[in-house]
């Protein structure tokens, strides 16, 4: 009578209404607990930060203010965290293996070489000016990874290997990282908390400008270069992993 | 209504989710799973932080509400995150596929339970 | 302002950026910096927790903004209690570790993720913001899953995936529990939360306890969310089990107990959820013990072991919470001291079977038989560990397993923690039989060529295990500080009070 | 209202796209499903004016983890193309 198909069947089904249930459950449970706290609180009261960012921080972008300056502290564990996973893509795959040396066809390889340091311009300006548009350290680390990586695809792993060397990756990384978190001692050594800004003396500066928001933008910078170095030696592993010794057989 | 139609979206593609990694046994799908299920959190924490007729959080904008900025910061250290552990997922499946030539998790587990 | 509180966690993470730092420039001072990295940041831990069982609580305001906009850590005496355990944490397992010569990437890796993951378990004890906990949580997740996963065993690839996916889940309900009180609060801070929580409506704080508990109850093994974890102690290995069963699990089971007890107040608001927590602590001692007496595995049957155990602390933590008032201070001075003795008992377990394991090449039990002559230190050890274990009078085992029964108000549990006895006495004294066994086999298979040094780990392992040994004798001594701990559980006014002084500003 | 209906069309896109990448066949398909997944999700977060994290999935979603989900995909096939 039963099917091994139907009974499949039976429960996938079970397991997408159960899943259906559950997430529905969430929605009902943050929709009341919305209309708890617009009774509770009142609507003044809602953002702590949008009114004192620019006078506190100097930050016109009041999430760069919050990632970088209010709540440092989750940005630090932040980068920890991609510091450790790019360790343990490190361990789990071994060393990069012999690069391989596909490339993109010709017309492809030109273009890009033309176009290259253009595309080199939005990365550095998302993370120099974190502070006053969109966007910070994280958004343009990502972006340069992703650029790194371009040019892994695009001119082979070995031309990649020869530009920016596995090792120079690594060590801007730990340079960055160590830097990060020597940064926050400066407000120690000025008699204020760890990862203080304003409060241990940094210029707070005329808002709007380049030169603002006192550490942010060093922060943005350093947090940006361990984002590129760390996501792009992920990369540099994954890729050069070697997939030699798979078993034929055992499939 | 749109936060309300927010919030059901981020539920919806969070059962997906969730249903993609019980029941998909392939590995890839089992990664494709987990990032979907993260962006449904982060679907969530960016419909929480909105405000009717709010404006982005920058504070160049002269407007007279904000939408909520910290869920923003949240929502954004919550993805990069997940992308940390995305990234140690795929390297796992290919270091699995490299021993066991295959990202079939019913048969790796058959596999692995001779070694013990 | 004291800074002890953040250099807990800073001092290990940059320890571990210099260590990989030192491992490309020049591998060979590798060991010296994961020691010298290990001990500073033991010194921090000794230090914090002695400002915390001392003195006040100690606040700590990262970058100077106070808890509604900034980040606030803090430091009581609970959680200076679990500080102290990871001080010998950290330092045992960077003595233990020290290698000879493997020039894998994993181990040239390891240094660098012991001690982060370290770093995040001191994050998790300090920390008094939710969003920060789970950052913490996930950074733990990433460092134990790059232990479990090495290189050279294959299965652990397998074994670290399904970690993996369980962590998935569990991060995820942590992040909802985070993200519905944060609606429903206005605030991620610890304090905050706590003094909104009464009024919240009840279906909201039922929910958000239960998806905590279910987030905690899949790190630390919970009958029906512990699928994972034998599999995944059993591919780690020794050395990295011991590290994830006593440090990592109790540090989760610390942060469980805080998120119950100050930001939900559930005591107060919601006390049923111990009954809950009895029950699934009564399933777990019979089910890990009856599992860990049919397996056929050393590891796993250790692993099975540590299921037992946390429901041994839950028991524990279940009694203070349905008692409440003076009582429950007992109750939870009965549970911290059955976490510091388990955290002895298996640390010592793990490492001494590491040497053994290493002797014959297999952890079957069948094919440990007779190693006990080979590995006299070892065995003694493991011995010692598993007569506290086990609870055998005189030892710090038998005290606390016995102030746990003290502390239930029901028959049922103390049954349950005496059949759990009884058949932990079986399955140790079996193995003990079976390695003690006088017709050794004639050839023991040539041991792995990579080999850590022996005698100082014997020496380590020693300690750990006269350690919880021991404590059972110097009850006195050690009684006093677990009431101080308690207190800093029970009473929140030391905790909530520093926290909403500064709320003015 | 001609946004609103437009803010609509892109949440149900989302979701369609979100089962599609979980149930088509082949894993290249369901990884350039994924990555127009994010696309459309980065417009979902402009509309909802989190332009920040719009930014950041846009970069992470469509970038990054299509170009390591392609790696570790190319990695775990017979070798057909590694006959270099």
Not at chain 3, 481 to 503: H, K, N, S
Request: proline share 4%; with cysteine; hydrophobic share 55%.
């Amino acid at each position: 009578m039963e099917s091994p198909v139907i009974r499949v069947f039976l429960t996938r089904l079970t397991a997408g209404f159960l899943c259906l249930l559950l997430s529905l459950g969430f929605v009902v449970l943050l929709l009341d607990a919305g209309r708890h706290r617009a009774q509770t609180i009142p609507t003044q009261m809602e953002e702590p930060y949008t009114a004192r960012s620019v006078a506190e921080t100097g930050s016109i972008n009041v999430v760069t203010a919050i990632l970088m300056d209010y709540r440092a502290f989750d940005t630090l564990g932040e980068a920890t965290v991609i510091f450790a996973s790019v360790a343990v893509a490190a361990a789990i795959l071994g060393k990069p293996g012999s690069p391989s040396n596909r490339t993109m066809g010709l017309l492809s390889r030109r273009q890009l070489s033309a176009l290259l340091p253009l595309f080199f311009i939005f990365p550095l300006f998302v993370i120099f000016h974190g502070h006053l548009s969109p966007g910070g350290g994280f958004q343009g680390g990502v972006s340069l990874a992703v650029l790194v990586i371009l040019i892994h695809v695009a001119f082979g792993d070995r031309f990649g290997e020869e530009v920016i060397p596995h090792r120079i990756l690594a060590l801007s990384e730990y340079g960055a990282a160590i830097g990060l978190v020597g940064i926050g001692f400066v407000g120690i050594f000025q008699g204020s908390a760890y990862l203080a800004n304003v409060a241990a003396g940094f210029p707070r500066g005329t808002a709007g400008t380049l030169a603002s928001g006192g550490v942010i933008p060093l922060l943005n910078l350093l947090v940006g270069m361990k984002v590129a170095a760390g996501l792009s030696s992920i990369y540099v592993h994954l890729a050069g992993h070697e997939a030699e010794n798979v078993p034929e057989k055992r499939r | 209504m749109m936060q309300t139609a927010a919030y059901l979206t981020a539920a919806g593609v969070f059962a997906i989710g969730l249903y993609g990694m019980l029941t998909q046994r392939d590995m890839i799908k089992i990664c494709i799973s987990i990032s979907i299920m993260d962006s449904s959190f982060v679907m969530a924490l960016v419909a929480a932080a909105y405000v009717p007729g709010g404006a982005a959080p920058i504070a160049g904008f002269e407007a007279l509400r904000f939408v909520d900025p910290l869920p923003h910061a949240l929502a954004l250290t919550a993805i990069v995150i997940g992308a940390g552990i995305l990234a140690i997922a795929l390297a796992l499946t290919v270091a699995v596929y490299r021993h066991y030539g295959t990202t079939d998790i019913a048969r790796l587990f058959i596999a692995t339970r001779e070694d013990s | 302002m004291n800074h002890l509180p953040v250099l807990v966690v800073v001092i290990p993470v940059a320890g571990a950026f210099l260590i990989s730092l030192v491992d490309t420039v020049r591998p060979a001072f590798k060991s010296t910096a994961a020691l010298l990295v290990a001990t500073a940041h033991s010194t921090t831990l000794v230090a914090a927790a002695y400002r915390g069982m001392t003195g006040p609580a100690l606040l700590y305001s990262v970058g100077e903004w106070i808890a509604p906009v900034g980040i606030s850590l803090m430091v009581d005496s609970f959680s200076a209690f679990f500080l102290l355990l990871l001080a010998i944490g950290h330092l045992a397992s960077a003595l233990v570790r020290i290698e000879s010569g493997d020039r894998s990437e994993w181990a040239r890796k390891s240094a660098a993720l012991i001690a982060l993951f370290f770093a995040a378990l001191s994050g998790i004890t300090v920390t008094a913001d939710l969003f920060n906990l789970f950052i913490f949580v996930e950074l733990a997740t990433v460092c134990s899953i790059g232990l479990i996963a090495r290189k050279r065993h294959p299965g652990s690839a397998v074994a670290g995936f399904v970690a993996l996916m369980a962590a998935t889940i569990s991060g995820a309900l942590l992040l909802f529990a985070v993200l519905v009180l944060y609606v429903a609060t206005g605030t991620v801070a610890m304090p905050l939360v706590a003094q909104a929580a009464p009024d919240l409506p009840a279906h909201l704080h039922g929910m958000a306890t239960a998806a905590i508990i279910v987030s905690f109850g899949i790190k630390i093994g919970l009958v029906p969310m512990h699928f994972w974890q034998p599999r995944t102690y059993h591919a780690a290995g020794t050395t990295v089990a011991a590290i994830l069963s006593a440090f990592g699990l109790k540090i989760h089971v610390y942060a469980l107990l805080r998120l119950l007890w100050f930001p939900l107040q559930a005591p107060v608001v919601l006390p049923g959820v111990y009954s809950i927590l009895l029950v699934m602590g009564m399933v777990n001692i019979l089910t890990g013990h009856s599992m860990a007496m049919i397996e056929r595995n050393l590891v796993r049957m250790l692993a099975f072991s540590s299921i037992a155990h946390v429901g041994y602390i839950l028991l524990g933590v279940a009694a203070a919470g349905r008692i409440g008032g003076s009582a429950a201070v007992y109750a939870v001075a009965a549970a911290l001291f059955h976490t510091g003795m388990h955290t002895l008992m298996k640390s010592a377990l793990f490492w001494s079977g590491h040497r053994l394991i290493h002797l014959s090449r297999s952890s079957r039990i069948m094919d440990l038989g007779g190693i006990a002559w080979r590995a006299p230190g070892s065995i003694i050890a493991f011995s010692l560990a598993a007569l506290a274990i086990i609870g055998i009078p005189p030892t710090g085992g038998f005290a606390s397993k016995w102030f746990v029964a003290m502390a239930q108000q029901a028959l049922l549990p103390v049954l349950v923690i005496g059949a759990g006895t009884v058949i932990s006495l079986v399955y140790y004294g079996r193995f003990f039989l079976i390695a003690t066994r006088r017709d050794p086999p004639d050839s023991f298979p040539a041991p792995h060529p990579l080999s850590l040094r022996p005698r100082l780990q014997t020496a380590v392992v020693l300690a750990l295990a006269v350690a919880a040994v021991m404590a059972g004798t110097r009850d006195v001594q050690v009684r006093s500080l677990l009431l101080r701990a308690a207190e800093g559980l029970v009473d929140q006014a030391d905790f909530v009070g520093p926290a909403l002084i500064g709320r003015g500003r | 209202m001609a946004l609103d209906i437009a803010f609509y069309l892109i949440l149900a896109a989302i979701l369609v796209s979100a089962f599609a990448a979980i149930h088509v066949r082949g894993h290249l398909n369901a990884v350039i499903i994924l990555s127009v997944f994010s696309v459309l999700t980065t417009v979902k977060f402009t509309f909802l004016q989190a332009v920040d994290v719009a930014m950041a999935e846009a970069v992470i979603g469509a970038g990054l983890m299509t170009a390591l989900f392609v790696t570790a995909i190319s990695k775990t096939r017979k070798r057909t193309w590694r006959a270099r």
